[in-house]
């Protein structure tokens, strides 16, 4: 029992030197005592990383609902499990009991069952942080539906490439959405995607702005009527420990989207035992992740990890900025958050307005604060832990990825001592190794390297749907018999982990990981452009910016530069979505090339990052001359 919440630092070491010496009796004693089982399984853990194959709680049987919803009605039937806060203020804030909850879920997974969704089929998920998103992943999660969450600031065309990939048979989504003072037609451009996605039947749509919206006879449903006579009990599914719970697409360095797959046993215990231990959470407190449920926190850290423990989780409509740069304060005073989990990109948004936006507020409730998805820097760090923790709540620096379903290196809060720009000791079970240029593990402390991970942990993606040879490839080929993570971090003089960044082509924009190559393929389907090429530079705010270099065709010279560069990223916002759009376009006459014909980012990035005194040796590029050119006109 008590190693399922820890409070000590020595307990920390005591369980974390458990957990890695007798991995499977240690998870084993987790998913026993702490979850409800339709049956036992055979076997904890079967592994192997050259296939790869990793299986959890083999041949266990389960419904994560049962676990997130049924179990909690007993004891926690009235609290509130999501507590709703739209986007205009003046609205009122919605708690949605456990039963209630359940009850729409129920109700909702009826629903889905009504219109021929089975255990296994992919249903697309495209909606606004509105309740309905929450009851719709539970729901396919209730019947073994298998969910595909898509951010819905995601293109028509970003949008009909996911729901093919995995080939959706339905699609939920919303008239439109609120963003601050702005809406949004979501309809309209699921409507503009499926022209490209024949095998959809049917489109579920709930209503939330009111706004006219087409309704294809036969295909398009209103929800709420549907909700409103559907049954609201619905007996869960029951799912083997290793089938699909959900697909999420994640962008890769090279090519489409990957759609990383995770599994119903593994992906529970471990979203649940983070959660616990990572944010401190007890019985009355209110937690709050700003994310959206599109990203892997919000399924992680929204949905699953905080219901699995009876928690009362905050699920938030709106944007930092609206009505002003007051609003996530006056929501931390308004339901007396505890825990407050937000990105470092809104962080340093906020950071810059007047302090008097925060001094407004009554902050007093908050007890742990949490940072994810880049690297905060330090500034960020010192101004939220000045300012909105008073220097008395810890700050957790989670490190993690879509693809490790949960936390993987993070302080636990009022154990680990903090240090600003740190995540810290790997988490409970989790086994972080630094590897050197020749493949090596490096030893020892005060070494830097490239992170990954050596031994399975419960909520590791399994494969990338339809594509298990590029989950080989992209994350065990690199270094014999383990997990490459993409990312560069160094460990300090005590065994502290920090995180340096990407090592691969992926940017990290707002907190939005942009893989370089779908942005470029994009760019060059102007009928103006030629080639380009896209790197990350420092911005103040979204941590890093894009900034484009683009080679024009003959029939592109005479034309006007600003109007082309707003075509581009016109072209690039219907494409993929106004995340992905460049903050600088540079008109260039070649690219740096090295004789095998690749393009040197590394010289691009330093002229894009104003660093452009000392680039190395160019010598060996096929064009050394067009760097200077490229580097007098940089913008
Ligand atoms: C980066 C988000 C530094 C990292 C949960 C990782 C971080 C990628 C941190 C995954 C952190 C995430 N410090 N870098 N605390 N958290 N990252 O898949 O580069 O959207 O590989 O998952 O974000 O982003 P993803």
């Given at each position: 029992m008590s190693n399922y919440h820890i409070k000590q630092l020595e307990e920390y070491f005591q369980v974390y030197r458990k957990s890695v010496n007798n991995p499977e009796s240690f998870w084993e004693e987790i998913a026993e005592e702490h979850f409800v089982w339709r049956k036992k399984w055979d076997q904890v853990l079967e592994w192997d990383f050259s296939k790869p194959e990793v299986k959890w709680f083999k041949n266990a049987k389960l419904n994560i609902t049962e676990n997130c919803l049924d179990r909690h009605l007993p004891t926690r039937g009235d609290k509130t499990a999501l507590l709703f806060e739209p986007n205009n203020p003046k609205e009122e804030a919605q708690h949605i009991s456990y039963r209630k909850l359940h009850e729409k879920v129920c109700q909702m997974a009826n629903v889905l069952k009504d219109h021929g969704i089975k255990k296994g089929d992919r249903v697309c998920i495209y909606l606004p942080m509105i309740p309905e998103l929450a009851f719709a992943v539970l729901a396919c999660a209730r019947i073994g539906a298998v969910h595909s969450v898509v951010f819905a600031g995601f293109s028509a065309t970003a949008l009909s490439t996911r729901i093919n990939d995995c080939d959706c048979k339905m699609v939920i989504t919303a008239d439109g959405s609120y963003r601050g003072a702005k809406t949004l037609n979501l309809k309209s451009i699921v409507d503009v995607a499926l022209e490209d996605c024949p095998e959809v039947k049917s489109v579920l749509v709930a209503q939330r702005t009111g706004e006219k919206i087409d309704m294809v006879e036969g295909r398009d449903h209103w929800l709420k009527p549907l909700l409103d006579k559907a049954y609201s009990d619905c007996t869960a599914e029951v799912m083997d420990a290793e089938d699909p719970l959900f697909i999420l697409y994640t962008s890769g360095s090279t090519g489409k989207p990957k759609g990383m797959v995770h599994t119903c046993a593994g992906y529970m215990v471990y979203t649940a035992y983070t959660f616990k231990n990572i944010f401190q959470y007890r019985e009355e407190d209110v937690y709050w992740c700003t994310?959206?449920?599109?990203w892997i926190t919000g399924h992680s850290y929204i949905v699953y990890g905080p219901l699995a423990n009876g928690a009362t989780t905050v699920m938030f409509e709106g944007v930092p900025s609206y009505p002003d740069y007051g609003r996530f304060w006056e929501v931390v005073q308004k339901h007396k958050v505890n825990q407050f989990y937000t990105a470092p990109t809104a962080i340093r948004a906020l950071a810059k307005e007047q302090l008097e936006h925060v001094e407004k507020y009554d902050l007093s409730s908050l007890k742990v604060l949490g940072t994810v998805g880049e690297p905060i820097n330090e500034e960020a760090w010192h101004w939220y832990n000045n300012n909105i923790g008073k220097k008395k709540s810890p700050i957790v620096d989670t490190w993690w990825q879509t693809e490790t379903g949960g936390i993987m290196i993070s302080p636990i809060p009022y154990v680990t001592p903090t240090t600003p720009t740190y995540a810290t000791l790997p988490f409970i079970g989790i086994q972080p190794a630094l590897m050197d240029e020749k493949s090596n593990e490096i030893q020892g402390n005060q070494v830097e390297g490239r992170l990954c991970i050596k031994f399975p942990w419960p909520s590791m993606a399994r494969t990338i749907w339809g594509n298990h040879e590029r989950y080989r490839d992209t994350y065990f080929a690199a270094y014999e018999n383990k997990y490459f993570t993409g990312d560069g971090a160094l460990r300090d003089a005590v065994g502290y982990y920090r995180i340096t960044g990407r090592v691969d082509d992926v940017i990290i924009v707002s907190g939005h990981n942009l893989g370089t190559a779908p942005i470029e393929d994009s760019i060059n389907e102007h009928p103006a452009v030629a080639e380009s090429a896209i790197v990350g530079f420092p911005h103040d705010i979204k941590g890093n910016a894009l900034y484009g270099f683009v080679i024009l065709k003959e029939v592109g010279q005479s034309r006007d530069r600003d109007n082309l560069r707003k075509e581009i990223n016109q072209q690039i916002t219907e494409q993929i979505g106004p995340i992905a759009k460049l903050d600088k376009i540079q008109f260039v006459p070649g690219l740096p090339k090295t004789r095998s014909g690749k393009i040197m980012r590394r010289i691009l990035r330093k002229i894009a990052g104003k660093d452009a005194k000392n680039l190395g040796d160019i010598s060996t590029l096929l064009n050394p001359e067009v760097v200077k050119e490229i580097k007098d006109n940089a913008l």
């Open positions: 994310a959206d449920i599109g």
